[in-house]
Protein backbone atom coordinates (compact mmCIF):
# COMPACT_ATOMS: atom_id res chain seq x y z
CA UNK A 1 0.00 0.00 0.00
CA UNK A 2 1.42 3.34 -0.49
CA UNK A 3 0.77 4.59 2.53
CA UNK A 4 3.80 2.11 3.84
CA UNK A 5 6.23 2.63 1.34
CA UNK A 6 5.56 5.90 -0.07
CA UNK A 7 6.91 7.53 2.83
CA UNK A 8 9.98 5.50 3.29
CA UNK A 9 10.66 6.22 -0.29
CA UNK A 10 10.39 9.81 -0.48
CA UNK A 11 12.45 10.03 2.85
CA UNK A 12 15.00 7.83 1.74
CA UNK A 13 15.44 10.21 -1.52
CA UNK A 14 15.21 13.04 0.04
CA UNK A 15 17.75 12.19 3.30
CA UNK A 16 19.66 9.34 3.00
CA UNK A 17 20.50 9.13 -0.71
CA UNK A 18 20.39 13.23 -0.32
CA UNK A 19 18.41 13.78 -3.77
CA UNK A 20 20.99 11.69 -5.86
CA UNK A 21 18.63 9.31 -7.88
CA UNK A 22 21.27 7.03 -9.03
CA UNK A 23 22.83 6.32 -5.58
CA UNK A 24 18.96 5.33 -4.72
CA UNK A 25 18.38 3.26 -7.86
CA UNK A 26 21.74 1.58 -7.50
CA UNK A 27 20.87 0.47 -3.56
CA UNK A 28 16.81 -0.65 -4.71
CA UNK A 29 17.62 -2.28 -7.83
CA UNK A 30 21.48 -2.88 -8.48
CA UNK A 31 22.22 -4.16 -4.98
CA UNK A 32 19.65 -7.07 -4.64
CA UNK A 33 19.82 -10.68 -6.35
CA UNK A 34 16.30 -11.03 -6.68
CA UNK A 35 14.04 -8.87 -5.33
CA UNK A 36 13.12 -7.13 -1.53
CA UNK A 37 10.10 -9.33 0.69
CA UNK A 38 10.28 -5.96 2.68
CA UNK A 39 11.56 -1.99 2.55
CA UNK A 40 12.93 -1.10 5.93
CA UNK A 41 13.50 1.95 8.19
CA UNK A 42 17.23 1.44 7.30
CA UNK A 43 16.13 3.51 4.24
CA UNK A 44 15.60 6.34 6.99
CA UNK A 45 19.25 6.83 7.78
CA UNK A 46 19.82 10.30 8.32
CA UNK A 47 16.43 11.44 8.22
CA UNK A 48 15.44 13.95 11.39
CA UNK A 49 14.69 11.95 14.38
CA UNK A 50 11.41 13.84 14.74
CA UNK A 51 10.32 12.75 10.85
CA UNK A 52 11.40 9.02 11.84
CA UNK A 53 8.88 8.69 14.80
CA UNK A 54 6.55 10.68 12.92
CA UNK A 55 6.47 7.98 10.25
CA UNK A 56 7.21 4.73 12.52
CA UNK A 57 6.06 5.73 16.14
CA UNK A 58 9.40 4.85 17.01
CA UNK A 59 9.31 1.40 15.21
CA UNK A 60 12.04 -0.49 13.35
CA UNK A 61 12.62 -3.47 10.88
CA UNK A 62 15.37 -3.89 8.43
CA UNK A 63 14.66 -4.14 4.62
CA UNK A 64 15.00 -7.68 3.45
CA UNK A 65 15.80 -9.19 0.51
CA UNK A 66 14.40 -12.36 -0.94
CA UNK A 67 16.00 -15.03 -0.02
CA UNK A 68 15.53 -18.98 0.14
CA UNK A 69 13.35 -18.68 -3.17
CA UNK A 70 12.49 -21.90 -5.08
CA UNK A 71 11.26 -22.39 -8.18
CA UNK A 72 8.89 -24.78 -9.63
CA UNK A 73 11.83 -26.59 -11.92
CA UNK A 74 14.20 -26.19 -8.82
CA UNK A 75 16.56 -24.12 -11.33
CA UNK A 76 18.50 -21.21 -9.37
CA UNK A 77 15.84 -18.06 -9.36
CA UNK A 78 16.77 -14.90 -11.30
CA UNK A 79 15.89 -11.22 -10.88
CA UNK A 80 12.77 -10.63 -10.61
CA UNK A 81 10.98 -8.85 -13.14
CA UNK A 82 7.81 -7.49 -12.87
CA UNK A 83 5.01 -7.67 -15.56
CA UNK A 84 1.29 -7.56 -15.46
CA UNK A 85 1.62 -11.25 -15.69
CA UNK A 86 3.80 -11.60 -12.77
CA UNK A 87 2.16 -8.70 -10.53
CA UNK A 88 -0.77 -10.59 -11.47
CA UNK A 89 0.61 -14.14 -10.38
CA UNK A 90 2.37 -12.89 -7.67
CA UNK A 91 -0.74 -10.95 -5.88
CA UNK A 92 1.30 -7.72 -6.25
CA UNK A 93 -1.01 -4.47 -5.68
CA UNK A 94 1.28 -1.63 -5.87
CA UNK A 95 4.36 -0.84 -8.12
CA UNK A 96 6.57 2.47 -7.97
CA UNK A 97 9.03 3.58 -10.75
CA UNK A 98 11.59 5.98 -10.14
CA UNK A 99 11.67 9.19 -12.56
CA UNK A 100 14.04 11.97 -12.33
CA UNK A 101 11.03 14.43 -11.09
CA UNK A 102 8.99 12.43 -8.65
CA UNK A 103 8.00 8.64 -7.95
CA UNK A 104 5.12 6.60 -10.06
CA UNK A 105 2.85 5.24 -7.71
CA UNK A 106 1.05 2.42 -9.72
CA UNK A 107 -1.94 0.53 -8.51
CA UNK A 108 -1.52 -2.67 -10.61
CA UNK A 109 -5.16 -3.62 -10.34
CA UNK A 110 -6.43 -0.81 -11.96
CA UNK A 111 -3.98 0.53 -14.46
CA UNK A 112 -0.50 -0.03 -16.13
CA UNK A 113 0.56 3.44 -15.00
CA UNK A 114 -0.18 6.13 -11.96
CA UNK A 115 0.59 9.70 -11.46
CA UNK A 116 3.72 11.15 -10.07
CA UNK A 117 4.30 12.52 -6.54
CA UNK A 118 7.14 14.77 -6.66
CA UNK A 119 10.50 13.79 -4.87
CA UNK A 120 10.23 17.01 -2.85
CA UNK A 121 6.48 15.83 -1.06
CA UNK A 122 6.33 15.85 2.36
CA UNK A 123 6.90 12.23 3.62
CA UNK A 124 4.23 12.82 6.23
CA UNK A 125 1.43 13.83 3.62
CA UNK A 126 -1.27 11.17 3.79
CA UNK A 127 -1.88 8.92 1.00
CA UNK A 128 -5.35 7.44 0.17
CA UNK A 129 -4.79 3.58 0.18
CA UNK A 130 -7.95 3.19 -2.21
CA UNK A 131 -6.43 1.56 -5.51
CA UNK A 132 -9.18 3.03 -7.56
CA UNK A 133 -8.35 6.20 -7.01
CA UNK A 134 -4.80 6.32 -8.47
CA UNK A 135 -4.94 7.36 -11.60
CA UNK A 136 -2.10 8.24 -14.13
CA UNK A 137 -4.35 11.45 -15.53
CA UNK A 138 -5.20 13.14 -11.81
CA UNK A 139 -2.86 14.04 -8.91
CA UNK A 140 -1.93 11.76 -6.40
CA UNK A 141 -4.86 10.90 -3.84
CA UNK A 142 -4.03 13.03 -1.16
CA UNK A 143 -6.00 13.05 2.25
CA UNK A 144 -4.50 15.31 4.96
CA UNK A 145 -1.24 17.89 3.56
CA UNK A 146 1.06 18.24 6.28
CA UNK A 147 -0.37 21.93 7.53
CA UNK A 148 1.83 24.43 8.97
CA UNK A 149 4.72 22.30 8.77
CA UNK A 150 8.06 23.85 7.29
CA UNK A 151 9.33 22.45 4.68
CA UNK A 152 11.77 19.46 5.05
CA UNK A 153 15.14 21.22 3.77
CA UNK A 154 18.01 19.66 2.26
CA UNK A 155 19.91 16.75 4.64
CA UNK A 156 22.63 18.29 7.10
CA UNK A 157 25.99 17.53 6.76
CA UNK A 158 26.28 15.53 9.79
CA UNK A 159 23.06 14.49 12.61
CA UNK A 160 23.77 16.44 15.74
CA UNK A 161 25.05 14.45 18.66
CA UNK A 162 22.07 16.03 21.02
CA UNK A 163 19.46 14.19 18.83
CA UNK A 164 18.04 17.76 17.97
CA UNK A 165 18.22 18.37 14.44
CA UNK A 166 20.49 21.17 13.42
CA UNK A 167 19.02 23.32 10.44
CA UNK A 168 21.15 22.97 6.76
CA UNK A 169 23.18 25.34 6.18
CA UNK A 170 22.81 27.75 3.07
CA UNK A 171 25.83 28.71 0.72
Known amino acids: MP?????????????????KLEAMSHHLIDTVAIGWDELGTDLLDGAPLSLIAGLTGGAQWPSRALAHVITPDGSPPV????TDDTADAQGMQWGYVLH?????VISLYHQDLGPIVK????????????RE???CDEPAPIIRSVQNTPPLGP??????????QRPATRR
Do not use: C, N
Not at 79 to 82: A, C, D, I, K, Y
Not at 155 to 164: L, V
Open 3 to 19: SHHLPLLLTAYQHRFRR
Open 79 to 82: RMTV
Open 100 to 104: EQGIE
Open 119 to 130: WSTDPRTLFSDD
Open 133 to 135: LWF
Open 155 to 164: PTSAPAKTGI
